[in-house]
T-cell receptor, first 114, second 108 residues
Framework: DAGVIQSPRHEVTEMGQEVTLRCKPI?????LFWYRQTMMRGLELLIY????????DSGMPEDRFSAKMPNASFSTLKIQPSEPRDSAVYFC????????????FGPGTRLTVL | DAKTTQPPSMDCAEGRAANLPCNHS???????VYWYRQIHSQGPQYIIH???NNETNEMASLIITEDRKSSTLILPHATLRDTAVYYC?????????FGTGTRLKVLA
């Protein structure tokens, strides 16, 4: 298995632009998580899906952030409009269950908003 | 805020055991201790977890004190590839907070 796949690996955009991050989870994993990592706040859970349904989005910072999972093999995290404070590394993780030790993380997308 | 306290950095000679401490004095009875690591430019990787007993797997050993207020992650024979930031996390749910971790540097 190729593991969790994220694209792009790096994204540089200007303030106000729309940004879309993509994730392909490991096949057979029923849970998908989106995290954001910054030096100031560490790693934060933004949202997670179970069987393509969003379950807990309490970590989504603002209405500018939205996430979708149209099918079991694809998810997106969209920021519209983007702001410089959104600059961070965004990780996608998938797992067969909710237990933390079963989560497999992708390589992350480093987002820079100028 | 993270519920754990870790030293910011440690060095270890290659081939020697690396002992990484973690304080979690406010841990609750149903909370586990998890350890993850993050190698530069990669996503976090699960290492090991435990409730109150010591645990060992192919990557590491976890020693939890009897009062559960602290723990130690042991990498028995550190290699250069073990250079990473190691995070100690306490949680009873799927939600957890990564603190600043310990930056371990394995020296040749």
């Amino acid at each position: 298995d190729a593991g969790v796949i994220q694209s792009p690996r790096h994204e540089v955009t200007e303030m106000g632009q729309e940004v879309t991050l993509r994730c392909k989870p490991i096949s057979g994993h029923d849970y998908l998580f989106w995290y954001r990592q910054t030096m100031m706040r560490g790693l934060e859970l933004l949202i997670y899906f179970n069987n393509n349904v969003p379950i807990d989005d309490s970590g989504m910072p603002e209405d500018r952030f939205s996430a979708k999972m149209p099918n079991a093999s694809f998810s997106t995290l969209k920021i519209q409009p983007s702001e410089p404070r959104d600059s961070a590394v965004y990780f996608c993780a998938s797992s067969p269950g909710l237990e933390p030790d079963t989560q497999y993380f992708g390589p992350g997308t480093r987002l820079t908003v100028l | 805020d993270a519920k754990t306290t870790q030293p910011p950095s440690m060095d270890c000679a290659e081939g020697r055991a690396a002992n990484l401490p973690c304080n979690h004095s406010t841990i609750s009875g149903n909370e586990y201790v998890y350890w993850y690591r993050q190698i530069h430019s990669q996503g976090p990787q699960y290492i090991i977890h435990g409730l109150k007993n010591n645990e060992t797997n192919e990557m590491a050993s976890l020693i939890i004190t009897e009062d559960r207020k602290s723990s130690t992650l042991i990498l028995p024979h550190a290699t250069l590839r073990d250079t990473a930031v190691y995070y100690c996390i306490v949680t009873g749910t799927y939600k957890y907070i990564f603190g600043t971790g310990t930056r371990l540097k394995v020296l040749a």
